[in-house]
């Protein structure tokens, strides 16, 4: 079982940056492949990056250049640093972790976090 918890959400000016965390407890070592997801009400979850264990990373083209995944191991949080937040950003931000290689795919996380609330205002 792993347990994931989110910090660093909140209210930010477009143009702003914010930096959520994640952070593992439980049988850690048998995690792969880390990623964050974001959702707005009424849509579907959407992939925000992913980070394997080997540091590869992917990120869907509406947030590249803008937002960084990075963990120092296996042992320490997951990081989402965003820049040059827009207000379409606006979503609860989602960790996720799978034991397998990096997927886009929602379904083949077996683990998640409660989620944390950024807000980006114009």
């Known amino acids: 079982q792993v347990q994931l918890v989110e910090s660093g959400g909140g209210l930010v000016q477009a143009g702003g940056s914010l930096r959520l965390s994640c952070a593992a407890s439980?049988?850690?070592?048998?995690?792969?492949?880390m990623a964050w997801y974001r959702q707005t009400p009424g849509k579907q979850r959407e992939l925000v990056a992913t980070?394997?264990?080997?540091?590869?990373?992917n990120y869907p083209d509406s947030v590249k250049g803008r937002f960084t995944i990075s963990r120092d191991n296996a042992e320490s949080p997951v990081y989402l640093q965003m820049n040059n937040l827009k207000p379409d950003d606006t979503a609860v931000y989602y960790c996720?972790?799978?034991?397998?290689?990096?997927?886009?795919?929602?379904?083949?996380?077996?683990?998640w976090g409660r989620g944390a609330q950024v807000t980006v205002f114009s």
């Open positions: 996720a972790a799978r034991e397998g290689p990096s997927s886009e795919d929602v379904g083949r996380y077996d683990s």
């Open positions: 439980g049988t850690i070592f048998s995690i792969t492949t």
């Open positions: 980070i394997t264990s080997g540091g590869s990373t």
